[in-house]
């Protein structure tokens, strides 16, 4: 050992130096890729079971136009099991929301003008976080009317024809829809939409009410189709 030259020793250091560094860089190297390859796994799973979650909720036909007073129903379909699901309007002095079972809630009209039921669900998964999926309902809620009046007192229809017959009621903001009626329907019958439908020569009145009780009442006559012509 005494009698090897000192420039050999000298060259086997350099050498084992040298080596080192390479496979430790080759390592460091290759960890970057492998957690990655980890991340980019875990970003997509996360992404995978957000665009899941509750993917077929939805909700249920609901009256989007209601009076003041008026009380409907909204229901939540298709959520996954062992949920939450909450209710909340976005301005109580027009609309306010009751939660009547687990998906379903009552709204009531106390006000005019336009406000949303937001609807969220909610679930807890086994790590203790909460994945959530929110639904809005837009409402709007309008005054009952006070009173109505047909634009004609009298309208002629021919048999087999029909005419629709024109009304203003008043607030003019109100979608109250009337009741007609027809007070003679072997004459005239008379839509839920204010049709009125000639059935025989003759005269009929038809009418419509509000839900005060307030009536607007027009004269129909009917004539036959070649009588005219003649």
Same mark, same amino acid.
Do not use: H, W
């Given at each position: 050992?005494?009698? #090897?030259?000192k420039f050999?020793?000298?060259a086997?250091?350099?050498?084992t ?7 430790e ?5 290759a ?39 008026d009380?409907c !129903? ?5 959520t996954d099991?062992?949920?939450? #699901?909450s209710?909340k309007?976005?301005? &109580? ?5 009751k939660q009547?079972?687990?998906n379903?809630?009552?709204?009531t ?7 949303k039921?937001i609807?969220?669900? !909610?679930? &807890?998964?086994?790590?203790?976080f ?12 309008t005054?009952?009317a006070?009173?109505?009046?047909f ?7 021919k048999?087999g !024809? ?7 009621i008043?607030?003019? #903001? ?8 027809s ?6 019958t ?10 025989k &020569? ?8 509000i839900s005060?009780g ?6 129909? &006559?009917?004539?036959?189709?070649k009588?005219?012509?003649d």
């Amino acid at each position: 050992m005494k009698n #090897i030259p000192k420039f050999l020793l000298l060259a086997a250091i350099l050498s084992t130096l040298t080596i080192l560094p390479g496979k430790e860089s080759s390592a460091k190297d290759a960890l970057p890729e492998f957690t990655s390859l980890k991340s980019v796994s875990a970003d997509n799973f996360t992404r995978k079971s957000k665009s899941s979650f509750n993917e077929n909720a939805s909700l249920s036909k609901y009256d989007k136009n209601i009076l003041q007073e008026d009380t409907c !129903t909204l229901k939540v379909l298709n959520t996954d099991e062992d949920c939450d #699901i909450s209710f909340k309007s976005s301005d &109580t002095d027009v609309l306010t929301v009751k939660q009547s079972s687990e998906n379903s809630c009552s709204y009531t009209g106390v006000g005019y003008g336009t406000a949303k039921i937001i609807v969220k669900i !909610t679930k &807890t998964t086994f790590l203790i976080f909460k994945e959530q999926k929110t639904l809005t309902a837009k409402v709007s809620v309008t005054p009952r009317a006070v009173s109505i009046v047909f634009r004609q007192n009298s309208r002629e229809v021919k048999v087999g !024809t029909k005419a629709n017959l024109a009304y203003t009621i008043r607030p003019s #903001i109100s979608e109250e829809v009337p009741v007609f009626e027809s007070l003679n329907p072997k004459v005239a019958t008379i839509s839920k939409q204010g049709k009125v439908t000639g059935k025989k &020569t003759g005269k009929a009145y038809v009418t419509a009410t509000i839900s005060n009780g307030q009536k607007a009442r027009c004269k129909i &006559t009917v004539v036959d189709t070649k009588e005219k012509e003649d």
